[in-house]
């Protein structure tokens, strides 16, 4: 697994982008590659050890992948890539209430639920 560069502005791939293959992969790393380095909070560092955790308990990864993610997300830290910032409860308050306003499910996810919950 690779680790973002050594010269944090050199990198190529984000610790999020190594393992987690999801749409639109490709053009957050393309963001996140082009704003190096990254100030990340401590809570994104909670959701992505929740994130991971609730993937190898669905069998989607395997524990040792999870381990190497958080090892790389630890080494991206160290060397400067990612910088973790502190957050205060204010914040957290604050995006708690804007995410209670958006829609419970993406407008685009409809037909997706309807196939899962019909069997089809």
């Known amino acids: 697994m690779r680790t973002l560069a050594k010269n944090p502005r050199r990198s190529k791939v984000p610790t999020a982008r190594i393992a987690l293959n999801e749409d ?7 963001f996140i590659e082009e704003r190096i380095p ?13 994130l991971l955790g609730r993937r190898r308990r669905a069998r989607e990864i395997r524990p040792e992948i999870e ?4 090892a790389t997300l630890e080494d991206d830290q160290r060397r400067g890539a ?3 910032l502190p957050v ?7 995006a708690a209430t804007l995410l209670a306003t958006l829609p419970p499910f993406p407008p685009d996810s409809t037909p997706l639920l309807t196939r899962a919950t019909s069997g089809g």
């Not at 639109?24 to 393309?30: D, K």
């Not at 560092?45 to 929740?50: A, H, K, L, Q």
């Not at 205060?88 to 604050?94: H, S």
């Open 24 to 30: 639109h992969s490709e053009e957050a790393a393309a």
């Open 38 to 50: 990254v100030s990340i909070s401590t809570l994104t560092v909670v959701e992505m050890r929740s």
């Open 67 to 70: 381990l190497r993610i958080l």
């Open 82 to 84: 990612l910088v973790r």
């Open 88 to 94: 205060n409860d204010e914040a957290l308050l604050g």
